[in-house]
């Protein structure tokens, strides 16, 4: 086989973009998220080959641009890098007008995507308990105005609910220096679930009724919710930021102590580098959320087979608070390895970042160049990316022709071979 030598001669600081890929363009993606990471610092720098995974649009789904979507989940894995993890969380609720955003996430679109979800999250449970849409919703009303009767204070429904989306399962296969995702999931919660908080009705039929509520939702309403959490399109972007921030964890855990750790070069100048996809304002999501409250998602009345009037009831007696809270993330490791979906396109990325370099999140996404892969690709042992280095090797495909890089010693001199 014809095999082509080309001489190039590098700086150590140049990055090292010379990944190929054919046929990307012609996918239509409707998400990305990070799948898989390894490293190496042998020769101190870092190599980080990173696997991407992508879902076919389906209809209704907006298509995305593959590579500007691989650069902002580059952007959610360095500010997971940069930022103390106290600042990944998000809160509506409407006695805490103050406390609706971390500062530092204000005017990202890692912080538009969590207050939007949580947003989106109030809409949902409004949606899922209206008994004009679904029968859970009609039983949930008809049991709780019963309860209320019952103990006699069906005038007023004073039932405060508190929601919050938090880390969930993550099970993550790890080897020498990486790691992949197997499963990872995010979970809805109530509020006393979460924080073990008692609420603060200070009435006891208030209360009784209260945490009868409380277990209705966990019976009727939270299924449903945490399946439109993790499966759902609508929060396919939540779900990116969650794993990027989750692998940027894992990093910090393993490398944080390390004398030519990425963690030493990055810092919050990451943020100057961020990129906002479309405006928006913390605060215009904070009075729409209010207006929605105090208008309330809807309103109904019935009247049940005995002829008595069942109610009017609007969501500004039974309201919804919370927020996203990703600062408590932890995995578990197992031994299975991730199982390909149908929808589902991987792609790798190879990024060579020398030590000190100057705002090391443009200079990745500078390099960002994609192979397509397969999911036995994420199984290739790290062994054989780093006998490699700090030449960096695709992923191959059966039906891709790929171009390799062989590297000579300390001399900043690479050679390229046409397979």
């Known amino acids: 086989m014809r095999r082509l030598a080309i001489l190039l001669v590098l700086s150590f600081f140049t990055a090292l973009p010379i990944a190929f890929a054919q046929g990307i363009a012609k996918e239509e993606i409707s998400s990305v998220m990070l799948d898989s990471i390894s490293v190496d610092k042998s020769l101190g720098a870092d190599y980080l080959r990173l696997t991407f995974r992508a879902k076919r649009a389906g209809n209704m789904e907006a298509i995305l641009n593959t590579r500007e979507a691989v650069q902002k989940s580059l952007e959610y894995f360095f500010m997971g890098l940069s930022m103390n993890d106290e600042a990944f969380w998000v809160n509506l609720n409407p006695d805490e007008p103050e406390r609706v955003i971390d500062p530092s996430l204000r005017d990202t679109d890692l912080g538009r995507i969590m207050l939007l979800a949580d947003f989106r999250l109030k809409s949902d449970v409004s ?34 609910t508190r929601l919050w989306i938090v880390p969930g399962d993550i099970e993550v296969s790890e080897g020498a220096n990486q790691v992949t995702v197997v499963r990872s999931r995010l979970r809805v919660n109530l509020e006393p679930a979460y924080r073990s908080q008692p609420d603060r009705t200070e009435d006891k039929k208030e209360r009784e009724l209260d945490d009868f509520a409380s277990g209705l939702m966990e019976e009727l309403v939270l299924p449903y919710l945490n399946k439109e959490v993790n499966e759902s399109y609508a929060y396919s972007d939540l779900r990116e930021v969650y794993q990027a921030l989750a692998l940027a964890d894992w990093y910090k855990q393993k490398f944080g102590s390390s004398r030519d750790s990425l963690l030493r070069t990055v810092n919050l100048e990451v943020l100057d580098d961020l990129e906002l996809n479309c405006s928006y304002s913390p605060d215009e999501v904070y009075g729409d959320y209010l207006k929605s409250l105090k208008q309330g998602e809807y309103s109904f009345e019935e009247t049940d087979s005995q002829g008595s009037s069942f109610g009017s009831i609007i969501t500004t007696r039974h309201y919804f608070s919370g927020g996203v809270d990703f600062r408590d993330i932890r995995f578990r490791q197992v031994n299975s390895q991730p199982k390909a979906v149908g929808d589902d396109i991987y792609y790798s990325c190879d990024l060579f970042i020398p030590q000190g370099t100057r705002r090391p999140l443009q200079y990745a996404k500078n390099q960002v160049e994609l192979i397509v892969g397969g999911i036995s690709d994420l199984t290739t042992t790290f062994a054989m990316l780093s006998r490699n280095l700090p030449a960096i090797i695709p992923l191959r495909s059966d039906e891709q022709i790929v171009q390799s890089v062989d590297y000579i010693g300390r001399t900043d001199r690479i050679i390229l071979s046409e397979l």
């Open 127 to 160: 949606r899922f308990i209206n008994p004009q849409n679904s029968k859970e919703g009609k039983e949930f009303w008809q049991r709780l105005y019963a309860k209320a009767q019952s103990l006699g204070v069906a005038d007023k429904i004073p039932v405060v």
